[in-house]
């Protein structure tokens, strides 16, 4: 399908949604921020705006405000009965295409829109504003919301403000201009907005129960995890709880490497400046690694990625194709200068954990690899309860590297490893990065929100930069493939979208505390004890809380921290060798229960990694 069939004069046909119902959404999004952006300068008069583009599931607009005025979210009823009455009146949206220097005298009085502009003549500006602006040679496009109101913005638009009835203003936040702390601190009001009433109110709801989830006040309430100021922004200390969680997720994946052939490798945090010049990071990845330090007039930087240590291993001595494929994986921390605008718990972190993996491969391996690399993520995925995927390839850019029948073949590869997986897939045209294609595999959580977790990715670059080679079959040297992965994305993301998937009731085997036993009684201490010595014996994570308190608090608290199971005994289960269980999730209680039959289930439960705890 091609977009501007659906285009005239700037506006969008909306027959687009029955096309493409994303690519439509796209547009209603960009639409609204520009009557927010309307309704807040009406509000608001003087108010420099900065940019306003949509994003997933939304918008936003940063803005200025007059003599110091800063908005709450108390305001953004007041903003959106403004934008109702804009909506109401059915504007149009129509765009002009003006020389530059006209441009400069429409928006003299907003200092963010000149300095759009002015970016057009130094080169700079059609990348970093994308949705901002059109630049053709010396022209720009603008466009008019009705008669009053003209922004800067490529478009395209839908064709009357009456088509944005279903629209939400979600919250107010701060944002530096440019994403630069150095620059002016502007306000960004975030909304959304939908074709129906029924999408919208959907997605209020999956944010109402996305807030319910937040992992970061989970962490807190469950005492897993935190974030000191004193740390440092962007760092994470992992708690007791916490750590072990993390300590099984890691376990379970080492498991299931050495399983499927993997070889385990460490490196260290830092490296050599010369190993980053030579990988290329230097070059292309240096506004997002950490600054340089000096050792003994030697130049060093934090690690921002593992390949260039993995490539060291791979070149440490000749090799020869009967150790291809080599899979090589680490469970390696990166630091990377995130700016401080984007960092958010554990999803965006500077110093995070990934489960990394580099496959070196002969050429004809590659199709055969990718497809066990896209059944082996699955596989892994599932076993935590994420079953529901799709995937997307991003290929060749416009600047890249190598030679075309590479990556047509790795395109292609790609492709039918996803088919053949029976992954639903889309393609992103000219998405990948400059030296590989890649797949990007990503999850849908309980509440219908999308996760990028995994990703794949074949590197023709790196192998050259190394020099990389292998003794082929017919005693000549041969260039391999290199296969980027990473699994989980990140340890830390990785369990912050098991927290909010799960609401904090983590699988069984997962749970930090499997089992909690609560006497009824003092008298019942000794025969509770005896139960969590046999729980211990069987590696079932238990503890023992006694009758200092009454037993409905005790039971209150254990369900506030979300334990999988609660025994209760008391007089008749030491006579009966019997358990009262609470089940977390469950109704009722179920009294009488055989400590012997439980301890077979729950260990069943574990050793199988079921997701649900067993209503016995």
Known sequence: MNLNDFIKEGVVDPNLFEKDPETYRKVLRHSTAHVMAKAIVRLYPGTQLAIGPDIENGFYYDVLLPEGKTLTDQDLETIEREMKKIIDNNEEFSQNIVPIETALNIFSDQKYKKEIIQAILQGQASEEFSSELEAKKDTVSIYKTGEDFIDLCKGPHVKQTGYLKYFKLLRVSGAYWRGNEKNDQLQRIYGTVWESEERLNAYIYQLQEAQKRDHRKLAKQLDLFSFPKELGAGLVLFHPKGALIRKLIEDFSYQEHLASGYLPVW????????????????????????????????????????????????????????????????????????????????????????????????????????ESLVNFVIKILKTFGLADFYAELSTRPEKFVGEISDWERAEGALKSAAINQGLDFSVAEGQGAFYAPKLDIHLKDAIGRAWQCSTIQVDFQEPVRFDLKYVSSENSDLRPYMIHRALFGSMERFLSILLEHFAGNLPTWLAPTQVRILPVSSDHTDYAKELYSELINKKVRADVVLADEPLGARVRDAKLEKIPYVLVVGGSDIVNKTVGINARGKDRPIRDVPFKKFIELILFEINEKLLEVQAF
């Not at 240096?286 to 070149?315: D, Q, T, W």
């Not at 080599?326 to 984007?342: A, I, K």
């Not at 972190?349 to 055969?368: K, M």
């Open 267 to 370: 490196s260290p945090h830092i490296g050599k400046e010369i190993l980053f010049e030579t990988s290329g990071h230097l070059k292309w990845y240096k506004e997002s690694m950490f600054p340089r330090m000096e050792v003994e007039g030697a130049g060093y930087y934090l690690k921002p990625m593992n390949c260039p240590f993995h490539i060291l291993i791979y070149a440490s001595k000749a090799r020869s194709y009967k150790e291809l494929p080599m899979r090589l994986f680490e469970v390696g921390t990166v630091y990377r200068y995130e700016r401080s605008g984007v960092l958010h718990g554990m999803s965006r972190l500077r110093g995070f954990t990934q489960d990394d993996s580099h496959i070196f491969v002969a050429h004809q391996q590659l199709e055969a690899e990718l």
